[in-house]
């Protein structure tokens, strides 16, 4: 009855390890895709320049 309880123990952290290792990998992953994007929605901004002024 002991290795039957050892064996799922150690099967669910195995597991709750799994879990944590995608998320962690997730998170590096956005945050890597929200720094590369963040950059080009600056660039998309209007600048104010001659053509603003005229108005």
Do not use: C, W
């Not at 879990?19 to 997730?26: K, M, N, Q, R, V």
């Not at 660039?43 to 002024?53: E, Q």
């Amino acid at each position: 009855m002991n290795s039957k309880f050892a064996a799922g123990a150690l099967t669910a952290l195995i597991y709750f390890q799994g879990l944590l290792g995608f998320a962690g990998l997730a998170t590096v992953l956005l945050k890597e895709r929200a720094d590369v994007s963040e950059p080009a929605h600056h660039a998309s901004l209007p600048h104010a320049g001659p053509a603003a002024t005229a108005l």
